[in-house]
């Protein structure tokens, strides 16, 4: 009896081991589809982001993959994806020169 109850603990140990394996192997092919999206769009306005945010890389970068009011919630990525890269360059103008109407 008490062999069952220890290979019962093992077993659930198995399983969960193996359920998490799968989840983390689900998140990071997710996070790497995000990312290689996030890649493309970033091509296009990389040069006017990194202009408005004086050649800082990091921030440019939060900026463009977090959401923005400006935008109604939404990440300036998923615009830049959805085809709205002038919407998005004119807003990195309005920053620029600091005109928010």
């Given amino acids: 009896m008490f062999g069952s109850t220890n290979m019962d603990v093992k077993s659930r140990k198995k399983r969960l081991y193996r359920h998490l394996l799968r989840a983390t192997k689900h998140d990071c092919q997710r996070s790497d589809q995000t990312v290689a999206g996030n890649s493309r769009a970033w091509r296009l306005i ?41 919407f998005v360059r004119n807003h990195l103008i309005k920053m620029e020169y600091c005109v928010y109407i």
Wanted: charged share 20%.
């Fill in 46 to 86: 990389k040069a006017d982001a990194l202009r408005v945010f004086e050649h800082n890389y990091t921030d440019a970068w939060e900026w463009f993959t977090t959401p923005a009011l400006a935008f109604n919630g939404m990440q300036p990525a998923d615009l830049v994806r959805a085809g709205d890269l002038q």
